[in-house]
């Protein structure tokens, strides 16, 4: 069994700040990449940010230089930084951890996300 549990979401003023978390336990044998996607109302789920065990890092556009993704391989977590927050930003922020289990199977889990508002 893996859990992620994200935390960090909230209701900010456009230009704000917020950091999000997530922490993956369980029978985790090794974590090969983290991730955050986001789902607008009405809108698919995209790809925010991606972060590889060798700290490889991808952004979508729409964020560069605006948010940071990081990761604490001690702790399992993956991190995002997110400075400069437009309403465009408002969405449910889900992690995304692909990992191979203390039983040698392979997956990716999703935590169970985490609302961010932008809004004056």
């Known amino acids: 069994q893996v859990q992620l549990v994200e935390s960090g979401g909230g209701l900010v003023q456009p230009g704000g700040s917020l950091r999000l978390s997530c922490a993956a336990s369980?029978?985790?044998?090794?974590?090969?990449?983290m991730g955050w996607y986001r789902q607008a109302p009405g809108k698919p789920r995209e790809l925010v940010a991606t972060?590889?065990?060798?700290?490889?890092?991808n952004y979508v556009d729409s964020v560069k230089g605006r948010f940071t993704i990081s990761r604490d391989n001690a702790k399992n977590t993956v991190y995002l930084q997110m400075n400069s927050l437009k309403p465009e930003d408002t969405a449910v922020y889900y992690c995304?951890?692909?990992?191979?289990?203390?039983?040698?199977?392979?997956?990716?889990?999703w935590g169970q996300g985490t609302q961010v508002t932008v809004s004056s």
């Open positions: 995304n951890v692909d990992l191979t289990t203390r039983f040698y199977t392979k997956g990716a889990y």
């Open positions: 369980g029978s985790i044998f090794r974590i090969n990449v």
């Open positions: 972060i590889t065990s060798g700290g490889n890092i």
